[in-house]
Nanobody, 127 residues
Framework: VQLQASGGGLVQPGDSLRLSCAVSGITLDDYTIAWFRQAPGKEREAVSCLNPAHGGTDYGDSVKGRFTMFSDNAKNTLYLQMTSLKPEDTAVYFC?????????????????????RGKGTLVTVSS
């Protein structure tokens, strides 16, 4: 099983960026996929979650209205569209797969109870 996050980079405040999470080795419909982030010296934070089987999503309070998560099930890839980026969005972002639980539970667990986690991609928001 692999979850490969990509798309990170250096952007300026107010810019947009799209992250990808390519999933292999599992059937997406059987899992809830979530994005988490962790900045140096800070606790891991839940960002967003999507259930590919029915498309339901949930978001952390700090990104609601700015980030959108969606999937292309045919490509086994999930995306995190980030807009109006702020310096406090700077972190390593990674995706994780959770079997058989709702998004709210996945986010609350902050990825520590995920069945599978991928390596992250660094997003730096700086002027």
């Amino acid at each position: 099983v692999q979850l490969q996050a990509s798309g990170g980079g250096l952007v300026q405040p107010g810019d947009s960026l799209r992250l990808s999470c390519a999933v292999s080795g599992i059937t997406l419909d059987d899992y809830t996929i979530a994005w988490f982030r962790q900045a140096p010296g800070k606790e891991r934070e839940a960002v967003s979650c999507l259930n590919p089987a029915h498309g339901g999503t949930d978001y952390g309070d700090s990104v609601k209205g700015r980030f959108t998560m969606f999937s292309d099930n045919a490509k086994n890839t999930l995306y995190l569209q980030m807009t109006s980026l702020k310096p406090e969005d700077t972190a390593v972002y990674f995706c994780a797969a959770h079997g058989g639980i709702r998004c709210s539970i996945a986010l609350a667990g902050r990825g520590y109870a995920a069945d599978y986690r991928g390596k992250g991609t660094l997003v730096t928001v700086s002027s």
